[in-house]
C-alpha cells in the first residue's frame, strides 16, 4: 500500500516563530488531507489539498503532487497550536486514507 | 449540526466481553469511516462504507464488524475484545455535497481499555 513518512516527528518551538512540516507520499494520490489533533484528542482538518496552495490565516499548505510532497506552513505559531499534526493521503475521491505517524508540535509560551 | 457523535466516550471491557461503538453523522455524507488510534501513532482504517448497505475492509478489519442500515448510523461491533483492541476509535465521515467532496470529519472518539 501507499507509504506516508511526516517529518520531523518532533518540534519545538517558542510562540511566535515559523514552522515547516513536511510530507512525503509513495504513489500518485487524488486526495490529501491535514489535521490536527489538539492535546484533547480532537481531529480537526486544516486543508484538503490534493495539489495546489491553500491559505487560512497563519497556516498554509502546499500540495506538489508531480513530487510527491506536501508542506504544511504554521506562522507566528501560537500556544493553541501545540498537538499533533497528522497528513493523510488516498488514491481515489472519497475512498479511505492512510495517515502517517504524525509530527508532535510543542508551543512554549 | 452536530457533525459526527460518538458513544460512549469511554469503555472498560473485560476479555471476550462484546459490545458496539455507535457513530451518527448528520450532514448526510456518503462515507462513513471507523479508525483506530494506538498511543503515538497515527490512524489505521478499520472500516468503511460507501454508503447504506455498502461496506468494505480496511487496513485493520480482525476482530471487528461494521454494518449501514442508514445514511445517519455506522455501528462498529467488536465480538470478543482481546487486549490488542485497547486504542482509542475515531468515526469520521465525508460527502459528495459539499465543494470540498472529500473532507473527512472526526468524531470526539472512544477510548476503549480491554483487561
Known amino acids: 500500500g501507499i507509504q506516508v513518512e511526516q517529518s520531523p516527528p518532533d518540534l519545538i518551538l517558542q510562540e511566535g516563530a515559523n514552522s515547516t512540516l513536511r510530507c512525503n507520499f509513495s504513489?500518485?494520490?487524488?486526495?490529501l488531507q491535514w489535521f490536527h489533533q489538539n492535546p484533547w484528542g480532537q481531529l480537526i482538518n486544516l486543508f484538503y489539498?490534493?495539489?495546489g496552495t491553500k491559505q487560512n490565516g497563519r497556516l498554509s499548505a502546499t500540495t506538489v503532487a508531480t513530487e510527491r510532497y506536501s508542506l504544511l506552513y504554521i506562522s507566528s505559531s501560537q500556544t493553541t497550536d501545540s498537538g499533533v499534526y497528522f497528513c493523510?493521503?488516498?488514491?481515489?475521491?472519497?475512498?479511505?486514507?492512510?495517515f502517517g505517524e504524525g509530527t508532535q508540535l510543542t508551543v512554549n509560551p | 449540526n452536530a457533525g459526527v457523535t460518538q458513544t460512549p466516550k469511554f469503555r472498560i471491557l473485560k476479555i471476550g466481553q462484546s459490545m458496539t461503538l455507535q457513530c451518527t453523522q448528520d450532514?448526510?455524507?456518503?462515507?462513513m469511516y471507523w479508525y483506530r488510534q494506538d498511543p503515538g501513532m497515527g490512524l489505521k482504517l478499520i472500516y468503511y462504507?460507501?454508503?447504506?448497505?455498502?461496506?468494505d475492509k480496511g487496513e485493520v478489519p480482525n476482530g471487528y464488524n461494521v454494518s449501514r442500515s442508514t445514511t445517519e448510523d455506522f455501528p462498529l461491533r467488536l465480538e470478543l475484545a482481546a487486549p490488542s483492541q485497547t486504542s482509542v476509535y475515531f468515526c469520521?465521515?465525508?460527502?459528495?455535497?459539499?465543494?470540498?467532496?472529500?473532507?473527512?470529519?472526526f468524531g470526539p472518539g472512544t477510548r476503549l481499555t480491554v483487561l
Open positions: 450532514m448526510n455524507h456518503n462515507y
Open positions: 469520521a465521515s465525508s460527502g459528495v455535497q459539499e465543494r470540498s467532496t472529500d473532507t473527512q470529519y
Open positions: 504513489d500518485s494520490v487524488n486526495n
Open positions: 489539498i490534493p495539489s
Open positions: 462504507s460507501v454508503g447504506a448497505g455498502i461496506t
Open positions: 493523510a493521503v488516498g488514491i481515489n475521491s472519497g475512498s479511505r486514507l492512510t
